[in-house]
């Protein structure tokens, strides 16, 4: 029985919450490699780039529960989420034609585009910040658990309880149909297919009449959805903090470059290798291995391998040893 | 002339590397651009794409004046161009290839990539496979296959036998070959001068950016003094 209930720990503390921030951090990762791979410039106005499409999506969720509309047991956010995707698409296409166009027409080398949008993480921050405020927003309404600990072991008889929030489900849930949109489009379609070859060689798709302008603002289009889906998740899982985008950039870039950067299946993977590393290792396992263990070997520290104060650490630590010994990432990327 | 380009004057901005070039080819033909490294044949080939501005000069086909069209305005009109390097998609599959080389034909291209797979009968077998795992010599007709997918009425090739060998480079022309049956204009840049003359139909030499010889293949072959500097005896 101890060891069935060290299985729900983890599945309880572990497992559930990384696959949740997993799904996140990919969402986000896969905007960054799609960026990095067809305008060649690592994007690190993306953190802030959620942050405005999941403020967008508040204000409409705040505007839509003034009209007494809710969407029962699901969070008022998923109705407004549409209405913060066009917002986001709309800022990302303003911002292009202000100021990276400029820079592209110009050849710009990829170090003064990723200062550029340095510039333009500075502007956005700033902008939500102004517009929402600084502090903490909970903003998620509807049913808060699937199922809670004691309801679960009610349930079963176990002595140890399983929590599922549904903002967990609702992650897992829009992350897998969002993916399967995603790669559909990419894989399958005519259009999807042209971003692909332009991402792969561009002087070759303009030699195949492929328009470049239709691709560059297909990206932005499908950049911004992903922000605000991945931002919004975030969000509801966990409350909107405008610096928490900014902190989140570095395990997206972490998970992009895991993945191998310009490579969307790649940062799906890497997502979760950052989420579980993180996770796995800032977990204290001392009551999983009072289960498992027989007593005289019971822990008497937390057997935490690193403080969650260290989080960042770990995604850095990966980022390092993987420039280090793989550039290219697990899955063949492109060498930056 | 179907396609022909007049007093070719240009460079990348600093001195001009190609001066007063003419060129010609009509359809059903092949013509083959030759000459020693840094002749500016390859620039040749830009100048009348048009991804390299031209100072003075005409470029026409088909009676019409393109001089002022843009590459991919060009491209629509009916010229295909297979680049020396990087001339496939590496990963897309061989399949997709194709189908980003008929990204502008509307409609089923399925007929077309038929005709592909029985021009280039080893795209068929490999066509699931990523073009970047392919074989030099495979590249090539991937390369090629994918520019015939626009339907062209010139196809130009830049060095298409660069890094082959012998044999892979006696399969490559002989594909060529066919492709002229189709009433294609061709026109390549060739560094296997020799090889390139047999199936030409006729061929222009260029020296340091200017028309020195031009005839056709068995003049230029036969000729004393041209086999003597530039085709090695």
């Keep these: 029985m101890d060891f069935i209930y060290s299985i729900v720990l983890l599945n309880n503390f572990i497992i559930i919450p990384a696959l949740t921030y997993g799904c996140q951090l990919a969402l986000g990762a896969i905007g960054v490699t799609l960026i990095y791979g067809v305008l060649r410039f690592a994007n690190f106005a993306y953190g802030d780039l959620m942050a405005f499409g999941t403020m967008s999506v508040i204000l409409f969720t705040w505007y839509l529960q003034s009209k007494g509309i809710s969407f029962g047991v699901f969070p008022t956010a998923l109705i407004a989420l549409p209405f913060g995707i066009i917002a986001t698409i709309l800022i990302s296409l303003f911002f292009d034609k202000t100021v990276y166009q400029y820079y592209r027409k110009k050849k710009s080398s990829p170090v003064t585009l990723i200062v550029v949008s340095l510039a333009i993480m500075f502007i956005l921050n700033a902008l939500v910040r102004i517009i929402i405020g600084p502090g903490n927003i909970n903003f998620m309404d509807g049913a808060r658990f699937l199922i809670k600990a004691n309801e679960f072991k009610e349930l079963t008889g176990f002595d140890e309880g399983l929590a599922i929030k549904s903002t967990q489900v609702i992650t897992l849930v829009t992350t897998i149909f969002t993916c399967l949109v995603l ?125 969650t104060d260290y989080k960042f650490a770990i995604s850095f630590a990966i980022l390092v040893i993987v420039l280090l010994y793989r550039p290219n990432g697990i899955f063949k990327g492109k060498v930056i | 002339m179907y396609f022909s380009a007049k007093n070719l004057t240009g460079g990348y901005g600093g001195p001009n590397i190609i ?199 068995n003049y230029l072959l036969n000729d004393k003094e041209i086999r003597k500097s530039f085709l090695g005896g």
């Excluded at chain 1, 911004?224 to 966990?238: E, F, H, M, N, R």
């Excluded at chain 1, 902190?247 to 950052?274: D, E, R, W």
């Excluded at chain 2, 005409?58 to 001089?67: C, Y």
């Excluded at chain 2, 491209?75 to 390097?85: L, R, T």
């Design chain 2, 19 to 217: 001066e007063d070039c003419s060129f010609e080819v009509n359809q059903g033909e092949i013509v083959s651009i030759l000459g020693p490294n840094g002749a500016g044949k390859s620039t040749a080939m830009k100048a009348m794409l048009g991804i390299l501005n031209i100072s003075s000069g005409e470029i026409n086909l088909n009676h019409k004046d393109i001089t002022n069209l843009k590459t991919q305005e060009r491209i629509k009109s009916g010229i295909s161009f297979v680049p020396q390097i990087n001339n496939i998609f590496t990963e897309l599959t061989v399949r997709e290839n194709l189908e980003m080389g008929a990204f502008l034909l509307e409609g089923n291209i399925q007929k077309k990539i038929n005709e592909m797979y029985q021009l280039f009968p080893m795209i068929k077998e490999k066509k699931d496979q990523f073009a970047g795992e392919l074989s030099g010599g495979q590249r090539q007709q991937v390369a090629i296959a994918r520019a015939l997918m626009t339907n062209p009425k010139v196809l130009m090739l830049d060095e298409p036998t660069a890094g082959v060998s012998p044999i892979v480079m006696h399969e490559i022309f002989q594909h060529i070959l066919n492709i002229k049956k189709q009433n294609i204009a061709v026109l390549m840049v060739e560094q296997n001068a020799r090889q390139a003359l047999e199936i030409s139909d006729r061929g222009y030499i260029l020296v340091t950016g200017k028309n020195a010889y031009e005839g056709n293949g």
């Design chain 1, 183 to 307: 790669f559909y489009f990419l894989n399958k379609t005519k259009t999807g297919k042209s971003m692909r070859a332009y991402s792969n060689n561009e002087d070759l798709a303009l030699l195949s009449g492929i328009d470049p302008n239709k691709i560059i603002f297909l990206t932005w289009v499908i950049v911004s959805i992903l922000a605000t889906v991945a931002g919004t998740l975030y969000g509801l899982d966990k409350s909107f903090k405008p610096m928490a985008y900014w902190n989140n950039l570095l395990p997206i870039f972490a998970a992009t470059i895991v993945g191998g950067i310009g490579n969307p299946l790649g940062a799906l993977y890497g997502g979760f290798v950052i989420a579980f590393s993180e996770i796995g290792l800032t977990y204290a396992y001392k009551k999983f291995f009072i289960y498992i263990l027989p007593e005289q070997l019971e822990p008497n520290s937390l057997v935490q391998y690193i403080s």
